[in-house]
């Protein structure tokens, strides 16, 4: 059984959330606010997060820069009534690996955390590491190093990078990468693809606007060399 970790102040949506993971078979462990929250988290170890942005005392995206920091690495959906691109953008740079709108639907609610959670479980790529560059992966713990430094990256980035370094030297489209690591249909979109890409350039390659390992294939998708 799968242990979901509800962070949400809003009560009656709290138990309702709790009520429709438990109905999906999930254990589920609340909080309702942003302290008690990591400290649930600490000691629960949950399989996957549901994460408010607006929290008292810490707020969602404390919340997830305190678990990364902390190094628990289990995947964050955040819960945002904001409709700014920016913060969604935030909330994925600090580890967050989805989001989902208020209001939203249940079912693409859970959608997303079962998505979530087979993501995390994947089998590991072909190898237990790989080396690009200055960089250094870590399939079994799921890290990457650059230089000396250890990159945050969400679970759904190293998913990506993992997907594309199985393939090297081959071109990934953007459909196989919604359908293979996404898992879903009905919500991300190519766009999404793109703008991880994006991220991904931004923390691995030594310029990102000229990328010399994940490279965009015109009218296909992308294909990483080493």
């Known amino acids: 059984m799968k242990r979901i970790l509800v962070i949400e102040d809003d009560r009656e949506l709290l138990i309702g959330l709790r009520d429709n993971l438990e109905i999906e078979g999930y254990e589920v462990v609340t909080a309702a ?3 008690i929250g990591v400290t649930r988290a600490v000691d629960a170890a949950p399989d996957a997060v549901i994460l408010d942005v607006m929290l008292p005392t810490l707020d969602g995206f404390e ?7 902390r190094g628990l690495h289990m995947p964050i959906l955040m819960l945002t009534a904001r409709n700014q691109e920016s913060d969604k953008i935030r909330g994925l740079e600090l580890g967050a690996d989805d989001y989902v709108t ?3 639907s249940i079912n693409e ?3 997303r955390v079962k998505a979530m959670l087979r993501r995390a479980h994947e089998p590991a790529a072909r190898a237990d590491g790989y080396a690009f560059d200055d960089v250094v992966v870590n399939f079994r713990r799921q890290s990457v190093v650059k230089g000396r430094k250890l990159l ?3 679970t759904l980035e190293f998913d990506v990078l993992r997907y594309l370094i199985a393939r090297a030297g081959k071109v990934v489209t953007r459909d196989q990468l919604l359908s293979d690591v996404w898992g879903y249909h009905a919500f ?3 766009r999404s693809v793109d703008n991880l890409v994006v991220r991904l350039r931004q923390k691995l390659e030594r310029n990102p606007h000229h990328p010399q390992h994940i490279l965009t294939v015109h009218g296909s998708g992308y294909k990483f060399v080493d």
Do not use: I
């Open 33 to 35: 606010d942003g302290d």
């Open 63 to 69: 919340v997830c820069r305190e678990l990364k920091h």
């Open 102 to 104: 208020k209001p939203f």
């Open 109 to 111: 609610l859970l959608a």
């Open 152 to 154: 945050a990256l969400s």
């Open 188 to 190: 991300p979109t190519t």
